[in-house]
Nanobody, 120 residues
């Protein structure tokens, strides 16, 4: 079992910044992808950003230029720096990771989510 623990959410005014962190633990051999998703009330969960083990990144159009995803492979941790926040960024943000256990089996895990609220 891979456990993902998120932190860094909170309440911020529009135009402000927050930094989310997500640390993975367990019998992990390697993590291929680490990503952030978000889900606003009444909406489906959507991809925000993803980073591969090699450092390649991909962003949803609605966060390009404002959010930056990064990872520390040595710590199995992914970060999401969120700048120029807008009220529409309000959502629960979830960390997701995919990789392999030491056993060779693949895994895909979700964090418990962290609330981000942006006031106007």
């Amino acid at each position: 079992q891979v456990r993902l623990v998120e932190s860094g959410g909170g309440l911020v005014q529009a135009g402000g910044s927050l930094r989310l962190s997500c640390a993975a633990s367990g019998s992990i051999l390697s993590i291929n992808e680490m990503a952030w998703y978000r889900q606003a009330p009444g909406k489906q969960r959507e991809l925000v950003a993803v980073v591969t083990s090699g450092g390649s990144t991909n962003y949803a159009d609605f966060v390009k230029g404002r959010f930056t995803i990064s990872r520390d492979n040595a710590k199995n941790t992914v970060y999401l720096q969120m700048n120029s926040l807008k009220p529409e960024d309000t959502a629960v943000y979830y960390c997701n990771s995919r990789g392999f256990y030491h056993s060779g089996n693949a895994f895909g895990s979700w964090g418990q989510g962290t609330q981000v609220t942006v006031s106007s």
